[in-house]
């Protein structure tokens, strides 16, 4: 009962964080002093355009109408953005969601692939060190470990980058796919846009570094616990005990880090793929911010955190799975 | 009543101040055995609080590594300011490579700008930034955990309901969004704050799982049954067993801000007059200093100025966790090294 209780709870809390990310946006474009929305009539206006056409050029890109009170604009917004309309780029004239559905695949397959490999090696790592407490191999992995979360992604990047591509050559400088390839369902195209996501996966491994310490101070707490003697005794297998008994526990506080790092990856693609010119919605992000295209900007942040929020929904929804203890804490008043 | 308690009340009541155990003083006549005079007290401050701490930083490698270079950073942004001249265009010649001359020990950009001096020159700025906005997201943080974690009922469900929201948005984007439509002054202070402005979810809701636990430890109960007012609860008995965790985030969260305003200087986001490592960061990749190996060192120096910093605070961090071990402590701390003592001698 409590489970299915803290299930329609997790669905409401992400249903309710849509909304307030979408109140905020409105509330940033509408009301804040320097609005993107009295900004841009300004702009047209300036450049001679006649105050009418320039409300209605408003109302079409942002869809935000200037002259509507502010609860019916508020209204408005909600149901056009809830409706995949997410206006026109200044820029381009083109439909921000269109645009938008063109950039997202690229992030969610390098970051996907990021979170993955960084979760694997930040748990084998951190295993790694924890059996051998001590020893050589545990100084020295966790001095690399350090010495990982000490760097910046973008610093590693362009280490990357400078060395692997533009020294050695053995990587493309830029870009998502082999130029000539024709999208689609073929080996050429699919291995070429393998091969450019290799050095922004690579940078994002960074983060394993953090990941893997907390893993090993799991691991730790873990091993020196009296169920694991009990194990023993029983004449458990080691298998059965480092995977069944070790790594099982030692990995659900990993979850919390996972959960963090979703929102930092995304957030950090924006740089990341202007590093590499990987032209994802962070590089799209980036550029809308650069040329204050008011439209791809908001789209492209609404966008970047509802793919965050259902994200986390998942990964909360596949913990609840793993871990049953999750969700029954007390809530009692005090 | 049982028939012993009786029988005591009966022979209190006789003859009135002996106690039935052969004392002949209540509890709150008794005085205490050992005499502390102000001096003993500030001794034992001193020895907590000063030596202890710095005792056990300075017993691990890691801990000096990182308090030296912290301090290195602390001493750049201070002294170094005034003894090293700032640079201009044109002070020497272009791209002169690193520990080549004397004059520019890490070389020079493409404008001839001394790069040392650079790095020296932004670190003032840089530490005010970490410094704001590690202090900011902190303390916001603790704070909304701990009144959520104790309080619990409504006031949990709606400060744990922003701190959600906050949680599930991405920082980085929002801090673009915002930096790009208020058109941010260049307050160190204030673009530090801003940097913060989502990443204090994750410490809040971290502190309110804890207090979640510690709200049922006896002596929260007890305080809780004397009716001290909620925040004498929140600031005397939640928050200070969580010290350790919460000094070890601010060490994170420093290292978070320097990262981000890096990285937005690096992006060309944040508006800047004076450089900084992110604005060289930039500056280098516009002009393409990566496809050029004469030009690589330009890259190099700011990005081992972040990275140098963030491996101290880093250590720092590691380290403290020593600092608040009780375990550590004792064997350090003088005035408890009596108890030590005598354990030792009665196992």
Redesign the interface.
Known sequence: MVFNNWRIRRVG??V??VW??LTLSFA?VRL?????MGAMLVQLEQSGMNPARARELVEARLSVRPDQPIPIAYMNYLTSTLQGDLGQSIASGEPVANEIAQALPWTLFVMSWSLCITFVLGVVIGALMAYWEGGRLDVGLTSWA??M????F??LA??L??FLS??FGWFP?GGKYVAGTEPGFNLPFISGVMYHAILPVLSMLVASGVASLGMRGNSIRVLGSDYLRVARLRGLSDLTISSQYVARNAMLPMY?TL??NI??M???S??LE?VFQYKGLGYY??RA??I?DYPR??G??MV??IA??IA?FIADMTYSMIDPRAGG?????? | MTDRDHKETLTDALDGTISTDGGTATPFETVSQVEESRADRFWTAYDTYVRAPLSIVWGDWRARIGFAIVLCYLLMGTVGTVVIEPTAPAEGPALIQPFETMDYPLGTDDMGRDLFSQVVHSTQEMLKMITAGALFSVTLGTLVGAVAGYKGGWIDTVLSSITDVFINIPGFPLVMVLVAIFEMGENPYMIGILLSVASWSGLARAIRSQVLTLRQESFVESARTMGLPTHVIVSKEIVPPLLPYIVINLTNAARRVIFEAAALYYLGILPFEKLNWGVTLQLAYEAEAHARPQALHWFLVPMAAITGISIGLILLGQSLDRVFNPRVRARHEKTTADEDTLEATTH
């Open positions: 809390q992400a309710f964080t307030a990310v940033l804040m002093p320097g609005n993107p350090i010495l979360g000490s760097i910046p973008y610093v362009f280490l980058l400078i533009y020294r400088t919390t959960l963090i929102g930092e995304f957030g950090g924006v740089v202007q992000l980036y911010v650069n204050r900007m908001m492209g942040f970047i955190t965050v929020v986390l804490a007390s809530n009692e008043s005090y």
